[in-house]
């Protein structure tokens, strides 16, 4: 798969803050730099970077899709009130279940509840 400006300007927007926003809010933010991108060219470009690994997406109790540019294993906590995603470093486990003779590819771990700001 080659790599084009528009996929080059999302990876850089998504890689630049660590942060998880949705297809249109990048749309929003690439289009400053390619004004002529179209919303239907991000989903398209933001599924080939989900294939190749270059990010992840997350989803949330409502069916949103966010993507993110951090790709280290790591897991989120997205809150039912305010749908904020939060990232939390997390102990691999992998080494277990390959003793059990599996090859473990790719883990994600999403927690849903209430954040503590929503708590107060």
């Known amino acids: 798969?080659?790599?084009?400006?528009?996929?080059?300007?999302?990876?850089?927007?998504?890689r630049a803050k660590r942060a998880h926003y949705n297809a249109v809010q990048i749309y929003?933010?690439?289009?400053?730099?390619?004004?002529?991108?179209?919303?239907?060219?991000?989903?398209?470009?933001?599924?080939?970077?989900?294939?190749t690994g270059d990010i992840i997406?997350?989803?949330?109790?409502?069916?949103?899709?966010?993507?993110?540019?951090?790709?280290?294993?790591?897991?989120?906590?997205?809150?039912r009130c305010c749908s904020d995603i939060y990232d939390f470093e997390i102990e691999e486990n992998s080494k277990e279940i390959?003793?059990?003779g599996f090859k473990v590819e790719n883990q994600?771990?999403?927690?849903y509840g209430v954040c503590n700001k929503c708590i107060k």
């Open 1 to 14: 798969m080659r790599n084009t400006v528009q996929r080059e300007e999302i990876l850089r927007f998504l």
């Open 28 to 51: 929003d933010a690439v289009r400053v730099k390619i004004p002529n991108i179209s919303l239907g060219t991000v989903y398209r470009n933001l599924g080939k970077l989900i294939e």
């Open 57 to 79: 997406s997350v989803e949330t109790e409502d069916r949103c899709v966010y993507y993110d540019g951090f790709i280290k294993p790591h897991a989120h906590f997205v809150c």
């Open 98 to 100: 390959e003793a059990l």
């Open 108 to 111: 994600r771990t999403v927690y």
